[in-house]
């Protein structure tokens, strides 16, 4: 089959979901091709921290109901060092924004609804996506479906298709700069039913290594602790995931770990990663495809929301008024701010994990910049300005 349509996104993640949806609002038309099935996007467990913007552009863009209804508002947050917690009064030092709990699975669950009700095409279950002719007008992508060959030719591709995707690697050699940074460590992340132990996320600095506390709803608790890259899930029984919390989280006056059943494992790895130029031809990258950060400071999801506001814009500037300044722009836009967001999640992971080969200096230093930053209020603020979102430019 031979198909055509203005924009052509591979991925259903939240870029590429995000983006179908914002393009559909203004008047232009796409299909999302998928490589999994629908039920797989949306039971994906990952992220859950969106930042004031994204939230502001989910409930402007109609997508934003069970959000407003189940979203957990966040004013500000711990962290924990030397069994002391110190809060950062995130409203407080940015004017009165916040960060809301909502799961990324949520999200997407939100805009494949919100796309398919509005007689969206997502194709799920797209086999053997390849991208084609994208140094010239009529770009094309071949993929199957059920065993049937496919073509979607289009005026631009929308390379959404993630870290591990098919779009970045079809760019001829010689065109991308790889600017990356893997780390030594990697986080071991549970799911629990179990009641939240704080009304706000914890980021604990310990000798043992880094937790993080966070949760997902009233009565479920999203935990994370550093581990070992190659770090072997099943050497964590439930019990040793808990205990290891428990010290790494312990705090004086009474503080109290909930336990409760485990519904979910798994190991994220922790690298940074850029790719420059985000586009050549008709081809644009964004989210995890252009970009990875290291999940301190639950910056991927956002980011990836940010490069479709701008490439939205960007296609609506071109198809309105055949305007290709914004388009031509579109990858140093982006870049700005991702450099930006990317020093951020890199300083936070760098000040809250415990490094191989460091030394009694490298750890005096780590607890001299906690103690600065929950005691100066310019070093706060600027961390509470990175932590609810840079502006969009
Ligand atoms: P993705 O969500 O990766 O979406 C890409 C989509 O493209 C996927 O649906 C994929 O199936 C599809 N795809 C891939 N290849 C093809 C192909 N060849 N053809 C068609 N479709 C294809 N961020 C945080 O802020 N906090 C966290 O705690 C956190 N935890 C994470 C845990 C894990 C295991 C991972 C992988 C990421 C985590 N992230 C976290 C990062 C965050 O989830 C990502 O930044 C976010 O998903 C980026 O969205 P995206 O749409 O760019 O990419
Ligand atoms: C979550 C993940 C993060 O990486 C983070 O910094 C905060 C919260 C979460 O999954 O809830």
Redesign the pocket.
Known sequence: MNHRTQVGI???????LMLSHLLHLAGIESVV????SRRY?EE?V????LEQGTVNLLKETGVGERLTRLGLTHHGLELRFGGRGHRIDLSGLTGGSTVTIYA?HEVVKDLIAARLGAGGQIVFE?DD?SVHDFDGPTPKIRYRKDGDASELSCDFIAG???????CRPAIPSGVLTMYDRIYPFAWL?ILAEARPSSDELIYAYHERGFALHSMRSPTITRL?LQCAPDENLGQWPDERIWDELELRLAADKGWKLNRGAVIQK?I?EMRSFVVEPMQTGTLFL????AH??P?TG???????IADVRVLARALTDYYRSSNRELLTKYSGICLRRVWKVQRFSWWMTSMLHRFTGENAFDQRRQLAELDYVTTSRAAAQTLAENYVGLPIE
């Open positions: 591979v991925g259903a993640g939240p870029a590429g091709l998928e490589a999994r996007v994906r990952r992220a859950g921290l990324q797209a996506v959404c298709d993630g870290f591990h995707g098919v992340g994370y798994g994220t964004a989210g995890d495809a990875i950060v999940p639950a910056k991927g999801l956002n980011l990836a």
